[in-house]
């Protein structure tokens, strides 16, 4: 009620010259559509409801029919109309309340997956609007001469694309750890312990027949598809948000790095796991992972490469373990693994049946000798929180700002086209 008051109140005050020339420049701005130059422009005490309708209030599920990142086209509309009219506080204002509108909503929405994803493909695309229209010619390769012509003019924004850049990492960071706070409680139930092979849980190896898995209650297991389906709920968010495919392609290599680490270091600490048919059954579990990545096209991604320790050990565990000559294939073919790891592995395996033999005490000696050169760490378990660095890189748009269209569901009626 007092919000709705104190704008009728608002309303009442509006001077009556301005609106006079509000009817005069409605009538103007009707006429003049055709030559619409991609522009907005917006009355100073307007720009609180500008941030509140386009940023801190706004549900991405708005703008989902419309060009993918709207509302970063529309910010870029109206920063270019404020350069146009060399009206430097206007800018630095709108800015301004443009970033701590984005850092509201992602402290609000800390633990919301498509929420962070849509600011971070806005925050990009309005860094990206920045540097294209910035009149620098190193980004303007790829523009149309119409583009050219939504240069700014006035200003140049170089700190504030260096703010924006900083508030991507952060938002690249917060998604990455609200998607690895709900994939991390599946990964060893649907990775390790569950039976994507039928009928491979009666070769479990002695004495571990009859536990099902880690949890204790059946409710908290998830199968393979459980991960699948999920990492396809996050592509498919990132993909019609319009985030850039190199932030997409980084996001899940860090994820599988995630998946890696936390199926290895639970193998590297249970006997009951390191077994010949969990070999198998891991190996089959990675190719459907893999299939998934190529399935999406994220081969260059990197994402793959993570999973290496992990298909190494799945391998081991499968190898046999008698001869020398086993001892050299073993050496060869785990390069992505510490010596620490092997030697743990082969310790904790377990036999499948009284017919298969424990690895013997000569044997890891062997490996040991094989490997002394190696210098490895003395480094057991992966730190599964580690994050790569992220790039952002300079990704145009071919969309031209004449074309954007303002749906009325947005309640931006206030903006004016110029």
Known sequence: MKKVQDFEASQVTVPAERRQHERN?????????????????????????????????????????????????ILYMCIRHADYINDDQKVHSLLTSTINGIKKVLKKHNDDFQMTSFWLANTCRLLHCLKQYSGDAGFMTQNT?????????????????????????????????????????????????????????????????????????????????????????????????????????????????????????????????????????LRFNISQLEEWLRGKNLQQSGAAQTLEPLIQAAQLLQLKKKTSEDAEAICSLCTSLTTQQIVKILNLYTPVNEFEERVTVAFIRDIQMHLQERNDPPQLLLDFKHMFPVLFPFNPSSITMDSIHLPASLNLEFLHKV
């Open 25 to 73: 420049m409605q009538v103007v701005v009707q006429r003049k559509e055709k030559d619409f130059q991609g522009m907005l422009e917006y009355y100073k005490e307007d720009e609180p409801l500008l941030i509140r309708n386009l940023v801190t209030d706004l549900k991405p599920q708005a703008v989902s029919a419309t060009v993918p990142c709207l509302p970063a086209y």
């Open 145 to 281: 001469p119409k583009q050219n012509e939504h240069c700014l003019k006035n200003f140049d924004l170089t700190e504030y694309r260096q703010v924006l850049s900083h508030l991507s990492i952060q938002i690249y960071q917060q998604l990455i750890k609200i998607a690895e706070g709900i994939l991390q409680p599946m990964i060893v139930s649907a990775v390790l312990e569950n039976e994507s092979i039928q009928g491979l849980s009666g070769v479990k190896p002695m004495g571990y027949r009859n536990r099902s898995s880690s949890m204790a209650d059946g409710d908290s297991s998830y199968s393979l598809d459980a991960i699948i389906r999920q990492l396809n709920t996050f592509h498919s968010i990132m993909c019609d948000q319009g985030l850039d495919p190199e932030i997409v392609q980084q996001v899940f290599k860090q994820l599988f790095y995630m998946i890696n680490a936390v199926a290895l270091n639970n193998l590297l600490l249970r006997k009951d796991v390191c077994s010949w048919s969990t070999g198998m059954q």
